[in-house]
């Protein structure tokens, strides 16, 4: 089942914060993020697991909550290149090893 | 290194017609997927290979074939294109062995359109 991820779309001036959601109706083994810009390919951006901690790259992080199979992804201070749509892919507790990925969340930064 | 790379950019078929899309990689990896994107949506799972002489199905199989030809090539088969299959197709792979919890390296994608 596909995991639900919120708001759709977000607007912010560069310099604002912002936070993406994804949710999931099953038990979660990982969560990936990955982000796309418009005719490109998607981009890995990270992992967080089961059992692991808060990951972050820069001044874009991460977290994962197993009980709630809930994770968030925060971009602070936000650049112009942040732009593009956002997707979560989670990987279930148990059954197919592969990822399922959000509708994406569309991220637009302007000066 | 090339990374993922994926024949043909553009396609545009007939109804009916049949084509093979060609994904390979050179990053000695262990598991390869399709995917297919819609306008603005996410991701689906066609099929997928955990390891060479391995496919499983997806999300979506219904009119497309795989053959995991080697470690490196991993190619997508429409027997009778529809225009339901209208799409970008996007090959990936990851290096773990168990495909759990491995990052996914994208390919530049397939556009194609059925007519």
């Known amino acids: 089942q596909q995991p639900v991820q919120s708001p759709q779309a977000v607007i912010l001036r560069e310099g604002e914060d912002a936070v993406i959601n994804c949710s999931s109706s099953?038990?979660?083994?990982?969560v990936h993020w990955y982000r796309q810009k418009h005719g490109e390919a998607p981009v890995f951006l990270m992992i967080?697991?089961?059992?692991?901690e808060q990951k972050g790259h820069e001044k874009i992080s991460a977290s994962f909550n197993e009980k709630k199979q809930q994770s968030s992804l925060y971009l602070t201070a936000s650049q112009l290149s942040y732009s593009g749509t956002y997707f979560c892919?989670?990987?279930?507790?148990?059954?197919?090893?592969?990822?399922?990925f959000g509708s994406g969340t569309r991220l637009q930064v302007q000066p | 290194n090339a990374g993922v790379t994926q024949t043909p950019k553009f396609q545009v078929l007939k109804t009916g017609q049949s084509m093979t899309l060609q994904c390979a990689q050179d990053?000695?990896?262990?598991?390869m997927y399709w995917y297919r994107q819609d306008p603005g949506m996410g991701l689906r799972l066609i099929y997928y290979?955990?390891?060479?002489?391995?496919?499983d199905k997806g999300e979506v199989p219904n009119g497309y074939n795989v053959s995991r030809l080697n470690k490196r090539e991993f190619s997508l088969r429409l027997e009778s294109a529809a225009p339901s299959q209208t799409s970008v197709y996007f090959c990936?792979?990851?290096?773990?062995?168990?495909?759990?919890?491995?990052?996914?390296?994208f390919g530049p994608g397939t556009r194609l359109t059925v007519t």
């Open positions: 990936a792979s990851s290096g773990k062995i168990d495909p759990r919890g491995g990052e996914q390296y």
């Open positions: 290979s955990a390891s060479e002489g391995t496919t």
């Open positions: 099953k038990a979660l083994y990982s």
């Open positions: 967080l697991l089961k059992g692991g």
């Open positions: 892919g989670t990987e279930p507790g148990a059954g197919r090893r592969a990822l399922t």
């Open positions: 990053m000695n990896h262990n598991s």
